[in-house]
């Protein structure tokens, strides 16, 4: 009986030629195959069992590489670099629910096809792309969240705009710091960014989104929240504003200071994680009333289901705030 012969099994996705090249023979993979100790991505690109993830979202990333693996050209895209570059998604399927999205370069005869993967046959500017911590070719947070938003009413395309704008945020300066998000000058620059790429893409109806952009914002309830109190015509509030009281400086999510509001967006992830945290957002509460403030509260899942519930309590309370002071 024949001894296999022994290989090292590839750790990133891998094409058959790529295999031949190193001395892997049609049997060699076959019998790892049969053995379980390699999965087939996709036709013709091959990886280690062992090395096949648990988390959807990076299996999605594998697929993704595997089409790079059969056309070096390749780029990840869209959805795929949504997921790279931590992006939100505005939407109730998450983003590894997509099939994994890449793009071509145009020319050279291509087109689109099909392989369980979304390909686009498109421009792509060196200045576009970017690289994954593993090297992998992927476009640039400014051009994926362009590709992403084109299209979006402006409550979910702010989701990804925002988050994208606090990315390239993040790479002006050596050492993000909350402070740095509010620096006109930094957010200007990100939008400029994003602008560039709505014009270049010919998707000039994103440019108002893109003007609403803020990195301030911390979350995509918060950016859903902004959209939405846009669209609603409601004064436009600053956002993680420094709030002095007697316990000490707060960065509520809205601040309307002409009308002494405050609105908060609450998410559940906080509070199941940390027990105490609902107590301390208590006494931070009390601190902004305590302070003059009216707060008013809603919770992600509404601003998500139910947008127009509260747009209409925010108005009430910078309404009632309006009468008071006219009083």
């Known amino acids: 009986m024949r001894t296999a012969k022994p290989w090292s099994l590839p750790t990133q996705p891998a094409s058959r030629s790529t295999l031949r090249a190193i001395g892997v023979t049609g049997e060699m993979l076959t019998t790892a195959l049969r053995r379980r100790r390699l999965v087939r991505v996709r036709r013709g690109v091959y990886l ?77 500017p060196a200045s ?62 990100a939008r400029d960014l994003l602008t560039d790429m709505a014009q270049f893409r010919r998707v000039t109806r994103l440019l108002p989104g893109i003007g609403l952009a803020d990195p301030r914002r911390e979350s995509a309830a918060e950016s859903l929240s902004a959209g939405h109190f846009h669209l609603a015509g409601l004064p436009s509030p600053e956002c993680q504003a420094p709030v002095r009281t007697a316990e000490g400086r707060f960065y509520p999510d809205f601040l309307w200071p002409e009308h002494g509001v405050i609105g908060e967006c609450d998410g559940a992830v906080k509070y199941a994680s940390d027990p105490d945290a609902i107590v301390r957002e208590k ?45």
């Open 48 to 124: 280690a069992a062992e090395a096949w993830p648990d988390d959807p979202a990076e299996r999605h990333l594998i697929r993704a590489r595997a089409e790079l693996a059969v056309d070096p050209d390749a780029v990840i895209s869209r959805q795929s670099a949504a997921i790279v570059w931590g992006l939100p998604c505005p939407g109730n399927v998450p983003w590894h629910d997509l099939p994994a999205s890449v793009s071509l370069p145009a020319g050279g005869g291509r087109r689109a096809r099909s392989n369980g993967t979304t390909h686009h046959v498109e421009q792509l």
């Open 128 to 189: 576009h792309l970017s690289r994954d911590p593993d090297g992998y070719a992927v476009t640039g947070p400014a051009r994926t969240a362009v590709d992403l938003a084109a299209g979006l009413p402006v409550p979910e395309a702010l989701v990804i705009l925002d988050a994208a704008a606090r990315l390239l945020c993040d790479s002006f300066v050596t050492t993000p710091r909350r402070s740095d998000y509010a620096r006109p000058v930094l957010a200007g620059a």
């Open 283 to 327: 006494l931070r509460e009390q601190a902004l009333r305590d302070a003059g403030f009216l707060v008013v509260r809603w919770l992600a899942v509404e601003i998500m289901t139910r947008p127009g519930v509260v747009v209409e309590r925010v108005e009430r309370a910078l309404a009632g705030t309006a009468r008071s002071a006219s009083g």
